[in-house]
T-cell receptor, first 118, second 109 residues
C-alpha cells in the first residue's frame, strides 16, 4: 500500500514553455501533498504544500505565479512550471500524507520527475 | 526556525559498520525520519523515531535523544548497494518534512 505515482518521469522542454507534473496517491487519500525540488548533489527543498480544495502554501522564495499548484481531488495534485527556463531544470518530487494517519507524520514519495529545460 | 545538520560524505568498506549522525533544532518536535536516496531516485523510508532510544530494523538501526537534539543511523554489515545518500528529516509545523543536506555514503570492496 501507500503508493504515490508521478507523471511524467522525465520531460525535456524548450525555454518559455509550460510543463505540468502530476502526483497521484494510488491507494490512499491525501488531503495534503508536498512538492520538493532537488538540484544535483543537494538535498530536497520544500517548495510548497498542496491542500485539497484550497490554495497551496508556498515556501519563501518560491514564486507562486511561476509554480502553479492545483489539488483538485484527494488523490491528485499537479504542479505546472510556467514559462520554464534552464535554471528550472531539476528533479521534482512530490509526497503525500495519508489523510487517516492521525499524528503519524510519514510521507510517501513519488518516484520524481526529471525536468530539463533547453 | 529549523536546522538539520549531518556530515556531507562518509566512506566505509563492505561488511563494516557505519554511524551517520544528525543534529537538529526544531520548533516543536514531531519525530525524526531517516530516508535513503539512490541517485536519480526518490527517497525511501528507513525509520521514524519519536521516543528516545534505539530502534533496530534488520541491518539498520536508528537512535534518538530528544534532550540532545541528536539522532544517528547505524548501518551494519555494509553492502555495496548501501552506497547512497542518507537524509535526516524532521516535520516542521504542520506536516511538511524539512531535510538535512544528506550524507553521501560510499561503500567500497
Amino acid at each position: 500500500g501507500a503508493v504515490v505515482s508521478q507523471h511524467p518521469s522525465w520531460v525535456i522542454c524548450k525555454s518559455g514553455t509550460s510543463v505540468k507534473i502530476e502526483c497521484r496517491s494510488l491507494d490512499f487519500q491525501a488531503t495534503t501533498m508536498f512538492w520538493y525540488r532537488q538540484f544535483p548533489k543537494q538535498s530536497l527543498m520544500l517548495m510548497a504544500t498542496s491542500n485539497e480544495g484550497s490554495k497551496a502554501t508556498y515556501e519563501q522564495g518560491v514564486e507562486k505565479d511561476k509554480f502553479l499548484i492545483n489539488h483538485a481531488s484527494l488523490t491528485l495534485s499537479t504542479l505546472t512550471v510556467t514559462s520554464a527556463h534552464p535554471e528550472d531544470s531539476s528533479f521534482y518530487i512530490c509526497s503525500a500524507r495519508d489523510a487517516l494517519a492521525g499524528d503519524y507524520n510519514e510521507q510517501f514519495f513519488g518516484p520524481g520527475t526529471r525536468l530539463t529545460v533547453l | 526556525g529549523q536546522n538539520i545538520d549531518q556530515p556531507t560524505e562518509m566512506t566505509a568498506t563492505e561488511g563494516a559498520i557505519v554511524q551517520i549522525n544528525c543534529t537538529y533544532q526544531t520548533s516543536g518536535f514531531n519525530g525524526l525520519f531517516w530516508y535513503q536516496q539512490h541517485a536519480g531516485e526518490a527517497p525511501t523510508f528507513l525509520s521514524y523515531n519519536v521516543l528516545d532510544g534505539l530502534e533496530e530494523k534488520g541491518r539498520f538501526s536508528s537512535f534518538l535523544s530528544r534532550s540532545k537534539g541528536y539522532s544517528y543511523l547505524l548501518l551494519k554489515e555494509l553492502q555495496m548497494k548501501d552506497s547512497a545518500s542518507y537524509l535526516c528529516a524532521a516535520p516542521q509545523a504542520g506536516t511538511a518534512l524539512i531535510f538535512g543536506k544528506g550524507t553521501t555514503l560510499s561503500v567500497s570492496s
